[in-house]
């Protein structure tokens, strides 16, 4: 079972992602360190395990208010090793050319995208190699070209199942969904994101089929500690 840590960028900041509802995002108030800044919270999360990938979720991206181009570029300056999996909102092929000069894995999120042919351009682009796809749901379901939700051939090998209303909420995965999207497309990597609290959790994905989980609260609270993390890791 793959964990990997996210952090979420606003402002300079790293901030704590609640229920999808991003103009209310507040700076993270870790047990980990005593700094809402991006490299100490990266820092500290590598200080509690050596995990070797990261989920960025760049929020001024993705809202087309700027980006953390300088502050991405300084984390993979200080962790080469770490791979970063990078949402900022790539809605057209030209979005994602001005992280071209960086060694990291694009997430495209189906709620940035538009059109189809959007994304059939990004993912045939030869710099954009290894593409994960992020389907995203809200409170109102899915958000994205329908094409994408209902031909998994368009998929990549890796698929995060995003809950939003699920994020930071402490009610636990959407198991149900989750399962649904394992037994239909046993052929692909899911991974869960939203709602994960603790071990118990992620032994129940882990059981499900699901490869990974993205996690934040659940590490900054400390209910995810280090020894959780390292049996959890374990598991295959």
């Known amino acids: 079972m793959k964990i990997i840590p996210v952090i979420d960028l606003l402002d300079g900041q790293v901030v704590h992602a609640k229920l999808g509802d991003r103009q209310n995002y507040q700076a993270i108030i870790s047990t980990l360190c005593d700094s809402s800044e991006p490299l100490d919270i990266v820092h500290a999360l590598m200080r509690l395990y050596r995990f070797d990938r990261l989920y960025i979720a760049d929020l001024n991206a993705i809202q087309k208010h700027g980006n953390h181009l300088q502050i991405i570029t300084e984390i993979q300056h200080h962790y080469p090793k770490l791979e970063i999996w990078l949402d900022a909102g790539f809605s057209v092929l030209e979005a994602t050319f001005v992280w071209a000069d960086l060694d990291i894995r694009l997430v495209v999120g189906t709620e940035s995208l538009i059109d189809i042919a959007d994304y059939h351009a990004i993912m045939k682009d030869d710099a ?15 958000h994205g070209p329908l094409a994408l939700l209902h031909e998994p051939s368009l998929w990549p090998k890796n698929v995060i199942i995003m809950s939003l209303p699920k994020v930071g909420s402490g009610l636990g995965p959407d198991i149900k ?3 649904e999207f394992v037994i239909k497309n046993p052929q692909h990597h899911f991974y869960a994101a939203g709602g994960v ?15 990974g989980a993205l996690v934040a609260s659940a590490i900054h609270s400390g209910l995810l500690n280090q020894k959780s993390i390292n049996e959890t890791s374990l598991l295959r």
């Open 177 to 179: 969904k989750l399962s």
């Open 197 to 211: 609290r603790h071990a118990k959790d992620l032994l129940e994905l882990h059981k499900l089929g699901i490869q």
């Open 128 to 142: 954009a190699k290894e593409i994960v796809l992020s389907l995203d749901f809200k409170q109102d379901g899915y």
